[in-house]
Each structure stands twice: as structure tokens, then as C-alpha cells.
Antibody, heavy 120, light 109 residues
């Protein structure tokens, strides 16, 4: 059974960097047939896909246009996890952030969610 | 831009059939997925590739597709089915992008 466990701070100051980690159990971040995603949810924006990382003989990334200039999603093979970094945050980045596995049959499972508030 | 449109709310009585639609121009070319989200919880996949049901999801959940509209049907609705439901699909026209619908609140009367 695959499980995703998120960690990271719940409060970030404006203009700083939001950093979250998603630890994987029951699968490998280097699997050739899955992708590892970050999604956020807020009342104003609903569910918003942010981006993904995946391995197909080498590492690839795809990012949402809305955050492309300030996002990075990176794998950590030594710890079997992946991370989200979102730079230059504003209060509009306040949301619940989820990690999720895409195994070509939908996003499953999801992490438990992390409420990140951007405030000074 | 690629968008998925859902009705904000659907209400049914217990035992009845609930139908939640999702419309989008790319749906004839891309699969749709459905997620159930209960209050304070992460979304759960209930339908994948338009019509397939993951193991562990009750048989009363089903999906269908017709042109630019996909539909999630819940037969014999139970009180525990009250939740928000989201459709998801992908835009592969210029670059990879996943998109979610705005969500539908299912109320069991």
C-alpha cells in the first residue's frame, strides 16, 4: 500500500520560499511508470495542479504556467521523497498543499495535506 | 484556455440517483477522472479513465462519457456519499497540464 507523508512549515512570510516535502512508502520516486505531483487547494482557486516530477531514464518536470517562473519540484532518491519549493510567495499562495502520485490511472494516493499560510 | 465546468451543487434524497456532470472541450480526446473529497480530508479517486472504478470503491459509483461531457453517477445514494466531487483531465495541446473542475457539492437530503 502506497502512502505519502507530507512535512514542512505551516507559516511562511511574504517574499520568502515555501518548502514542503513528501515522503513515499510502498513505491519508489524513481519508478518508471508514475509521476509525483503537487496540487494546492484554496477557496478562491479550488484545486490547482502545480507540477510534477518523473523518471523515464532521466528526470523530467512539468509545471503549471501560473507558477512556472517560481516553482521547483525535485526528487530525492536517497530518501525516497520529493519536494516543492515555491519562491516569492504572496498571500495569494495561502492554501492547503497536497502531494499525489499519478500512476496513469489517476491521482492516488494523496498526502494528508498541509495548510500553508503566507503572512508576516 | 482549457477549463472543466461542473455544477456547484446537486441534491438528492437517500436511495436516489445522483448525476454530476463535467464539461470541457478536450474531454473527447483526454480521459477524465473523478475524486471525492469529504470535509477536512484529502481527495480520493473514485473513477479513472472515464468509466473505470478503483478497487475498494463501491459499485454504486460509475462514470460515463459522451462527447464533451463526462458524468459521475451514484446510484442508491447514501448519507456517507455527501461530499465535494471534482473532475480532472489533462491538456496536452502545447504542454503538459492537469486541470480540475470547480467541484460539485453533493447534498444528501
Amino acid at each position: 500500500q502506497v502512502q505519502l507523508l507530507q512535512s514542512g512549515p505551516g507559516l511562511v512570510k511574504p517574499s520568502q520560499t515555501l518548502s514542503l516535502t513528501c515522503a513515499i512508502s510502498g513505491d519508489s520516486v524513481s519508478s518508471n511508470n508514475v509521476a509525483w505531483n503537487w496540487v494546492r487547494q484554496s477557496p478562491s482557486r479550488g484545486l490547482e495542479w502545480l507540477g510534477r516530477t518523473y523518471y523515464r531514464s532521466k528526470w523530467y518536470n512539468d509545471y503549471a504556467v501560473s507558477v512556472k517562473s517560481r516553482i521547483a519540484i525535485n526528487p530525492d532518491t536517497s530518501k525516497n521523497q520529493f519536494s516543492l519549493q515555491l519562491n516569492s510567495v504572496t498571500p495569494e499562495d495561502t492554501a492547503v498543499y497536497y502531494c499525489a502520485r499519478d500512476f496513469n490511472y489517476g491521482f492516488d494516493p494523496w498526502g494528508q495535506g498541509t495548510l500553508v499560510t503566507v503572512s508576516s | 484556455s482549457f477549463e472543466l465546468t461542473q455544477p456547484p451543487s446537486v441534491s438528492v434524497s437517500p436511495g436516489q440517483t445522483a448525476r454530476i456532470t463535467c464539461s470541457g472541450d478536450s474531454l473527447p480526446k483526454q480521459y477524465a477522472y473523478w475524486y471525492q473529497q469529504k470535509a477536512g480530508q484529502a481527495p480520493v479517486l473514485v473513477i479513472y479513465k472515464d468509466t473505470e472504478r478503483p478497487s475498494g470503491i463501491p459499485e454504486r459509483f460509475s462514470g460515463s462519457s459522451s462527447g464533451t461531457i463526462v458524468t459521475l453517477t451514484i446510484r442508491g445514494v447514501q448519507a456517507e456519499d455527501e461530499a465535494d466531487y471534482y473532475c480532472q483531465s489533462g491538456d496536452r495541446s502545447d504542454s503538459y497540464r492537469d486541470v480540475f473542475g470547480g467541484g460539485t457539492k453533493l447534498t444528501v437530503l
